[in-house]
């Protein structure tokens, strides 16, 4: 499998998590079922991918900055948080979204280029 091709299968499991957790604490699952154990691994392998991106070691249009692959680490962290508490943090929500921001952004930017 090509660098490219994990980098954008990282980040197709790392949605995939993100839409989980989202989901997960909208309807308040139960503390046996969440988080899951697959959520972790999801969620590194989608800031590595992150972090691959911004070094420009894959080309894409998605723009991505330090800050970003911040962000996909503290949720990390967070999910770890959740994992030991069984509760999950307050600011998880929070940063579950500000990562889907990053895949906006994209949207928002390409179409703003098309238009020119």
């Not at 604490?25 to 503390?31: E, I, S």
């Not at 998880?92 to 930017?109: D, Q």
Request: glycine letters at 4%.
């Amino acid at each position: 499998m090509t660098r490219d091709r994990q980098v954008a299968q990282a980040l197709s499991e790392g949605l995939n998590c993100l839409s989980a957790i989202v989901e997960s604490l909208d309807v308040g699952a139960p503390a046996s079922e969440v988080p899951r154990s697959e959520w972790l691994g999801a969620l590194r392998a989608m800031g590595d991918a992150l972090d691959a991106i911004s070094s420009r070691e894959v080309a894409t249009t998605l723009i991505v900055q330090q800050a970003d692959c911040d962000i996909v680490r503290r949720l990390v962290a967070l999910v770890q948080e959740w994992t030991t508490t069984r509760q999950p943090p307050q600011e998880l929500p929070v940063m579950a979204h500000s990562i889907l921001k990053i895949f906006e952004r994209r949207g928002t930017e390409s179409s703003a280029d098309t238009q020119k």
